[in-house]
């Protein structure tokens, strides 16, 4: 009974070491996941603000041409307008 005893406990021993060495690879490998999860996150948050940037440069850049045309509207029309007055002037 006791031989058997031991050679349970060996067993259970082994069995404990092969459960601590696992546990290790798999700590070790969680902590390479979070390292890498949170070089992945801080990339994502800088690629998200470099695209917000890019978004409202886009934005201002709509914004500035509407006006570009509406102006350039504008003064081709003024423009028109002071050719048939000035036609009317020199050809009465």
């Not at 009974?1 to 092969?18: N, Q, V, Y």
């Not at 601590?20 to 690629?47: M, N, V, W």
Request: without cysteine; glycine residues 8%; charged residues 35%.
């Amino acid at each position: 009974g006791l031989s058997e005893l031991r050679a349970r406990r060996d067993e259970l021993s082994g069995r404990i070491r092969a459960e601590e060495a696992e546990r290790g690879r798999l700590q070790a490998r969680i902590a390479t996941l979070s390292r890498r999860l949170s070089d992945t996150s801080e990339s994502l948050a800088g690629l998200r603000s470099t695209r917000a940037h890019i978004d409202r440069t886009i934005a201002e850049m709509d914004t500035a041409s509407g006006q570009i045309l509406d102006n350039s509207q504008t003064l081709l029309d003024v423009l028109k307008k002071e050719m048939g007055d000035l036609g009317k002037v020199i050809d009465p």
